[in-house]
């Protein structure tokens, strides 16, 4: 099966000449603002980079924010998603923000297609006749996805002073859905999500249910060509007739889980020239539960970069930070104790 890849070329502008096979990484390489890449034992060409924050302690557990690549994509590709204008030098990039709020940023490999080993998937869900398989080869070959993130985290463990109680995850349109899938598979270990242009494809062909509430923070473009907000099949790129989930039908299956009552009146956060951006939040729930919309806003990370032009992935979204905005979000939504 053909499946929509939407951050493919996106892969050509991030790679970097071939380095040094990666091995595991030590307790003496865990040192203040240090940038590595860690191979996983287990599952050889996956390996993973990480940031570590500028006050980095063993004597203080650090949070851990696992950014999860888009179809096509990598773990380079993530990092420089999120910074704007793709300068990853610039201290508002996801991983730079973070750092300098004690919180590290861990960027995984997905699986590599067969073609370009740079051009990585998740298996995040679907694959029923009427539901598309997110996405490519990690959905079709049925890669166990969940066995990778919980070997990433107890190998973490073995290196780094980690702080179990706040690992959370996000991710672009794959990197999304497969965010979702965490929340509902992993909870035990995931404390909360924040997914863009990306959602819980997992629930249409498999129950989604967490042993407890899980804070979840949708954002969505309503003109995102690549997961279209009204679900159905994708513009960009998409080569089959099979459907995407909602985000509607996303958030309510979120909304249920977490016992919310109503949808409170959608509230403005920013407005740019082509795109007001409103956040709608459910009041009686037992763990937030939030969807912000860009109306008329594409397949993007805002205040991040617009990695492909407009016709490809819809209008970029500049008025606002997201990675303010999801490391607020994270900070509030310890796991329970």
């Not at 599952?43 to 950014?67: C, G, K, M, N, Q």
Request: proline share 7%; net charge positive; glycine share 10%.
């Amino acid at each position: 099966m053909r499946t929509l890849v939407p951050l493919l070329l996106l892969t050509v502008a991030v790679s970097a000449c071939a380095a040094a096979k990666p091995r595991p990484c030590s307790p003496a390489e865990a040192k203040p603002g240090a940038a590595l890449t860690c191979a996983l034992p287990g599952f050889d060409r996956r390996p993973y980079d990480i940031h570590l924050p500028e006050d980095y302690s063993t004597a203080r557990p650090v949070p851990v924010v696992l950014a999860i690549h888009g179809g096509g994509g990598n773990s380079r590709a993530a990092l420089r998603t999120s910074c704007p204008g793709g300068d990853v030098e610039s201290p508002d990039c996801l991983h730079a923000m973070a750092g300098r709020e004690g919180m590290a940023v861990v960027y995984p490999n997905g699986t590599a297609s067969r073609l370009l080993s740079n051009a990585r998937t998740w298996n995040a869900g679907g694959g029923t006749k009427d539901w598309q398989c997110v996405s490519g080869r990690a959905c079709k070959d049925g890669i166990d996805d969940i066995a990778y993130f919980r070997a990433l985290l107890d190998d973490l463990r073995r290196w780094l002073a980690v702080d179990a109680r706040r690992v959370y995850a996000t991710g672009l349109s794959n990197g999304g859905a497969m965010s979702h899938r965490l929340a509902c598979q992993m909870a035990d270990r995931i404390a909360a999500i924040a997914a863009f242009g990306g959602a819980n494809q997992y629930a249409t062909t498999a129950a989604c249910a967490p042993p407890r509430p899980v804070p979840v923070l949708q954002i969505h473009g309503t003109a995102d060509p690549c997961w279209p907000y009204a679900g159905g099949k994708a513009a960009c790129a998409q080569r089959d007739d099979m459907a995407k989930i909602s985000v509607g039908e996303s958030m309510r299956i979120w909304t249920t889980i977490n016992g919310c009552e109503s949808a409170q009146a959608a509230q403005p956060m920013a407005s740019e020239a082509r795109v007001e951006t409103v956040q709608v939040k459910w009041s009686g729930c037992r763990a937030e539960t939030a969807l912000i919309r860009m109306e008329g806003g594409g397949h993007v990370w805002p205040g991040g970069w617009a990695y492909f032009p407009e016709r490809v992935i819809g209008p970029m979204v500049g008025g606002w930070s997201a990675n303010r905005v999801i490391l607020d979000f994270f900070r509030r939504h310890p796991m329970p104790e």
